[in-house]
């Protein structure tokens, strides 16, 4: 099956309900992604997240190029084997976690330069690099290398850092293409990435050069990290309305359950976020009554399920009880 997205239905109000094709599934929009941080969703096996109904997952590109490597993963049969999920993968530019975690960074208008945090081995990432190491992986959807900033950003740096993805930008694309050129029709689909910080001016800017390069889906980078919800939604708003309607929108990072459907409001189609299962390992539960802080006292004797509306075999098989008691066990059915 090749790629294609197809919008079915859209609310007056900007709310889009879809259909993403990969050749590893079809991902029924709007959809949120688990995260696979070290080629596995912490604490879940890919069994529970396929009973979970995930049909696709994000993969750090990151932490697979400092280990095993990509080399190895493309000798071991590729990313889909390697992580033991036949369903799609999205993969991320490793950029993020180059300018998070990463030591000794310098960033150029070549790539970023760092030391890996496992040996303290030095790299330079570039826009081809990170879209050879994704072909490399072989995921569904691979995003092109940005520049992430801190934010509040004041207004020059915010501008830079936007001049400087969209020429990474157009060097991830045009390498991309001549690697299609070279090898036939790739089974990969890539993203551009709209930066521009918290100024809506540099959101459409970043938005309009982005578009000249022709990606089949879109995604805004750069928020919910820190700022106000309004001020996300806000230049989410200002990005969606420039996007074209027939392709993918993914807001990247988010975001809190009770957000998400702002932000599908706004008309965005994908989201991710390390929440949920971060979260959990420190025993705090997402449910349809709120958060549930399962280590509270008041908790010890509750016989109740963890989410009474929920109809997932954790919800069925163990209470807010004996959850409390071992928190990480109800994770792994
Ligand atoms: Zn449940």
Not at 218 to 233: F, I, R, S
């Amino acid at each position: 099956m090749n790629f294609s997205f197809e919008v079915a239905k859209t609310d007056p109000a900007g709310a889009r309900r879809g259909r993403l094709s990969t050749p590893h599934g079809t991902v029924e929009t709007p959809f949120f992604m688990p995260v696979g941080t070290q080629a596995s969703v912490k604490a879940l096996t890919q069994e529970a997240l396929e009973e979970l109904g995930a049909e696709i997952i994000l993969a750090n590109t990151y932490h697979l190029y400092l280990r095993p490597g990509h080399e190895l993963v493309r000798k071991l049969g590729g990313l889909h084997r390697f992580m033991s999920w036949p369903r799609a993968i999205l993969m991320d530019s490793g950029g993020y976690q180059v300018f998070s975690l990463s030591e000794l960074r310098k960033i150029t208008d070549e790539g970023v330069r760092f030391r890996s945090h496992l040996d303290g081995s030095e790299h330079l990432l570039t826009p081809e690099k990170a879209a050879e190491i994704q072909l490399g992986l072989g995921s569904d959807i691979a995003m092109v290398l940005d520049e992430c900033i801190e934010t509040p950003a004041p207004r020059d740096k915010a501008e830079v850092a936007l001049k400087r993805t969209t020429e990474w930008a157009k060097r991830a694309r045009i390498h991309f293409q001549e690697c299609a050129r070279r090898n036939g029709n790739l089974s990969q689909w890539q993203f551009g990435i709209v930066q521009g910080a918290t100024f809506a001016d540099l959101r459409r800017e970043s938005a309009r050069q982005l578009l000249d390069l022709d990606f089949p889906g879109y995604a805004v980078g750069g928020l919910a990290v820190g700022e106000p919800h309004e001020t996300t939604c806000e230049m989410t708003a200002e990005v969606t309305a420039l996007l074209p309607k027939d392709r993918p929108r993914y807001l990247m990072g988010v975001g809190r359950p009770e957000q998400l459907a702002d932000y599908v409001g706004l008309g965005i189609d994908m989201m991710d976020c390390v929440l949920p299962t971060r979260a959990a390992r420190h025993a705090c539960l997402y449910t349809s009554e709120g958060r549930v802080l399962i280590k509270n006292a008041r908790y010890a004797q509750d016989q109740r399920p963890i989410d009474p509306k929920c109809t997932c075999s954790v919800c069925g098989r163990y209470s807010r009880g004996d959850s409390r008691h071992s928190p990480q066990r109800p994770l792994l059915p």
